[in-house]
């Protein structure tokens, strides 16, 4: 005769196991350590065997809670997958996202993957340009939603966080140290222009525009090069390149915003779940960066 397991019960004994104990699996669970307890004997009951051993400071697993853990982790991860494709909506279409190339590697990654994951039939158009252009095209509705970096979040944006603007330059390069400064910077209307030229023209130093061009990949090419140095947000510097700090005698840069903006109308339903999942990335990247 078949026996049902409670998903509820592997549930909580996954989560002490992963937090180290019933008291830190509470704020995972969202219940009273008495309830966790209860929990975790239940499941003891079910099996007839005790899965974990009772220390002061920690949890360890029994030989039978040993056999259970890698199982249970993938039954529930297998139940979080049937949960999540029958009741998630199928979306189909479209979807285009307007992205600055400088902040492409560090933030796309974190939810492109699971978006497409969840939403198999829509196709994601990608455009990067400064965010001045990308503004302008969600408001020519060219695109769905659109990520800017700019020194504040306009009135109809979304600040998804704040981040410092540092100097980069190759690694044990001397760059930083010729005058007039090499800057490799980016076209006329990049966000980062201003600032960059405020700092050094109130610091007294001289400078001469190294590269004037939107792609990024070819303003860090001329910092990796050591023929100039770059502005880059800090969750964002290069590889290749370190960060160019007060011993370099460059003035500090002001600090940046990432935000998220929608059209006016609030955009598809489909731009709102992108939009939800850039949001819940951006908060585990910060999370995790704490």
């Given at each position: ?140 509705g060219k695109l769905d939603l659109t990520l800017t970096t700019e020194m504040e979040c306009g009135p109809t944006g979304e600040n998804l966080v704040r ?109 709102q779940e992108m939009a939800r999942h850039i949001r819940q990335a951006v908060a585990e990247q910060r999370r995790l960066a704490a």
């Open positions: 005769m078949p026996h049902n397991l409670d998903i509820g019960l592997l549930r909580a004994f996954v989560a002490v196991v992963d937090a180290g104990g019933m008291t830190a699996a509470t704020r995972t669970l969202n219940l009273t350590q008495a309830a966790v307890s209860q929990q975790i004997k239940r499941l003891e009951d079910t099996f007839g065997e005790e899965l974990i051993s009772r220390e002061r400071r920690n949890v360890r697993l029994t030989n039978a809670g040993e056999r259970l853990f890698g199982r249970a982790k993938r039954l529930l991860a297998l139940n979080d997958e049937i949960w999540s494709d029958m009741t998630t909506p199928v979306y189909e279409g479209e979807v285009i996202l307007g992205i600055p190339s400088d902040i492409v590697t560090t933030y796309l990654p974190t939810f492109l993957k699971g978006f497409k994951q969840a939403y198999p039939k829509v196709q994601i158009t990608i455009k990067c340009t400064s965010s001045v252009n990308l503004l302008d095209q969600l408001n020519a981040d410092r603007l540092v100097w980069v330059g190759a690694r044990g390069g001397e760059a930083h140290r010729q005058r007039p400064l090499p800057v490799s910077i980016g076209c006329a209307d990049c966000a980062f222009r201003a600032p960059i030229r405020e700092v050094l023209h109130k610091a007294g130093i001289e400078w001469h525009s190294a590269s004037e061009v939107t792609n990024t990949s070819a303003q860090v090419a001329t910092a990796v090069a050591d023929t100039a140095v770059m502005a880059v947000m800090a969750s964002s510097v290069p590889n290749g390149l370190e960060v160019l700090g007060k011993e370099s005698g460059l003035p500090s840069l002001p600090p940046f915003a990432v935000n998220l903006y929608l059209p006016k109308n609030g955009g598809t339903q489909i731009a």
